[in-house]
C-alpha cells in the first residue's frame, strides 16, 4: 500500500428535497450574488431550475442565469461563464446539472479566481492558484465531479479535450436528490452508469499490492451498481436503485477509493481524444475503448484480471488457466455494458476510423509520441495506435 493523504471538504446533503437547501447552503458559504450554470431544456422543463431560483430568492440571493452547457463542456461556454460572472461581479457558483455543467462550472471559477488564459490550467501550462466557491444540485448519477477535484473541458477551436485536477475546485457542497434522476433517458442512465463503473475499474487495475480493503470496495460497488441498473432500467423512479447509483458515483470519484493505491487512467485517456475529435458521450465513449484496453494489457497482471472476474462478474476460476479467467471476466463486463445499450467498439459507436483518423487520436493522446499513458501497463504512441486499431474492428 502506498502512502496517502485523504480529506473530502465537500458537505453532501443527500436525499428527498434537499434542493430546497440550496440557498441557505451559499449564505454558509458567504455567497451574496450566484452565478445559476445549467445545461438545456431539462432543468427548465422539469420545473427545477425555477425552484432553485425561488430558493435563492427567499435567501435574500441575487443571481445571473448561465445556461446552455452542452455534453463535453466547450471551453468557449466556460469563456462566456467567467467573462458573464467577472461582469456581474459573482462571488458563487451554483452548478444545476451532471457532470458537464459542474466540469464547466470549476473551469468558470478557475478564470474567475486566476488571471490569464483559463485553457492553460487544462493544457498544464500553469497550476491553479486558486478556484471560486462551486456548488452543486446533481441532476445524474455518473461523472462523481460533485465531489472529486477533477474538471474536463473540450476546447472547440482545436477539438482537444483536456482535464485539470485541484483542490481548489472541490465544490463546497453537493445536493444529491435522487428524486432528480428518475425522468432521465435511459441512454443517460447508461452512460452514467458506464462512467461510474469505469472510474472504479481505473481504480482497481492497479500494480500496487496489498490494497485488500480499498479492493473489496471497489468490488461491491462495481456489482451494487450493475444491480441497481438493472432494476432502474425496469423501474426507472424506483427511489432506493437511483440513491445506489447516485452515491456509488459520488464515492466512486471523490478520492477515497483511490487510497493506497495508483490508478490507470488510460481508457479515459484514449476516450478524451474520441470526445474530442467527435463530441461522443463520455460514458458510450469509454464502453467503446475499455474491452481493446484491457485485452491489450492484462496480461501484465493475470490474476489481477482473473480476480475481477470472479469477484466482480461472476466468473467461475479456472486455476489451471487464470488467462482464460481474465478473458472471460472482460467479455462479461462487456455483455454487460452492450445489454445497457453501450457500444463495444468504435465502429459501433457509429464511426469508421480511417487509418489517418487513428494516427492523430494516437498522436494528441500522446502528445506526438512525447509522453505515456496508464499505470497497469505504460502505453506510449506504438501501444495506443494499437488499442485504437482493435476498438475501430
Known amino acids: 500500500m502506498l502512502n496517502f493523504e485523504y480529506a473530502l471538504p465537500t458537505r453532501i446533503l443527500f436525499g428527498r428535497g434537499m434542493e430546497n437547501r440550496v440557498g441557505e ?59 458573464l460572472a467577472k461582469e456581474e461581479k459573482v462571488d458563487f457558483i451554483l452548478a444545476v446539472g451532471g457532470g458537464s455543467v459542474i466540469d464547466s462550472a470549476k473551469g468558470i471559477g478557475y ?11 487544462y493544457s498544464r501550462k500553469r497550476i491553479p492558484e486558486a478556484c471560486a466557491p462551486v456548488g452543486v444540485i446533481l441532476t445524474i448519477a455518473a461523472s462523481g465531479s460533485e465531489t472529486s477535484d477533477g474538471s474536463v473541458v473540450t476546447n472547440d477551436r482545436n477539438k482537444l479535450k483536456r482535464d485539470v485536477g485541484s483542490d481548489y475546485a472541490r465544490p ?47 468490488e461491491s460497488l462495481m456489482k451494487t451498481v450493475m444491480h441497481n441498473f438493472r432494476i432502474v432500467l425496469e423501474k426507472p423512479g424506483d427511489y432506493d436503485a437511483r440513491a445506489e447509483l447516485m452515491l456509488a458515483g459520488s464515492f466512486c470519484h471523490n478520492g477515497l477509493l483511490t487510497c493506497g493505491r495508483k490508478g490507470d487512467w488510460a481508457s479515459h485517456a484514449l476516450e478524451h481524444e474520441l470526445g474530442g475529435m467527435y463530441d461522443v458521450a463520455h460514458g458510450a465513449g469509454l464502453a467503446a475503448v475499455w474491452g481493446s484496453w484491457a485485452r491489450y494489457v492484462y496480461q501484465t497482471d493475470v490474476m489481477r484480471f482473473a480476480q475481477f472476474a470472479v469477484n466482480v462478474m461472476g466468473c467461475v476460476m479456472d486455476y489451471a488457466h487464470p488467462e482464460k479467467t481474465a478473458l472471460e471476466g472482460i467479455a462479461a ?34 502528445d506526438h509520441g512525447t ?23
Not at 445489454?339 to 487509418?355: F, Q
Not at 496508464?374 to 506504438?382: M, N, P, S, T, V
Open 333 to 366: 463486463l462487456e455483455r454487460f455494458l452492450a445489454s445497457t445499450g453501450m457500444p463495444i467498439s468504435v465502429r459501433e459507436l457509429g464511426y469508421k476510423l480511417t487509418d489517418n483518423d487513428i494516427f492523430s487520436l494516437a498522436d494528441n493522446c500522446t
Open 111 to 121: 478564470g474567475i479566481a486566476n488571471e490569464g488564459d483559463v485553457w492553460d490550467f
Open 25 to 83: 447552503e451559499i449564505r454558509k458559504q458567504n455567497g451574496s450574488k450566484v452565478l445559476l450554470h445549467y445545461g438545456g431544456e431539462s432543468a427548465v422543463k422539469s420545473g427545477l431550475l425555477d425552484r432553485v431560483c425561488r430558493c435563492l430568492e427567499a435567501s435574500g440571493l441575487s443571481y445571473v442565469l448561465a445556461g446552455g452547457v452542452q455534453p463535453n463542456p466547450r471551453l468557449s461556454k466556460v469563456e462566456e461563464g467567467i467573462r
Open 371 to 393: 509522453k505515456m499513458i496508464g499505470a497497469f501497463r505504460r502505453l506510449d504512441y506504438k501501444d495506443v495506435t494499437n488499442i485504437y486499431k482493435m476498438a475501430a474492428e
Open 172 to 218: 463546497q457542497f453537493a445536493i444529491l436528490n435522487p428524486e432528480l434522476t428518475f425522468s432521465l433517458p435511459e441512454y443517460q442512465t447508461s452512460c452514467g452508469t458506464t462512467d461510474i463503473l469505469m472510474h472504479a475499474m481505473e481504480r482497481y487495475f492497479t500494480t500496487v499490492h496489498n490494497v485488500e480493503l480499498v479492493d473489496g470496495f471497489l
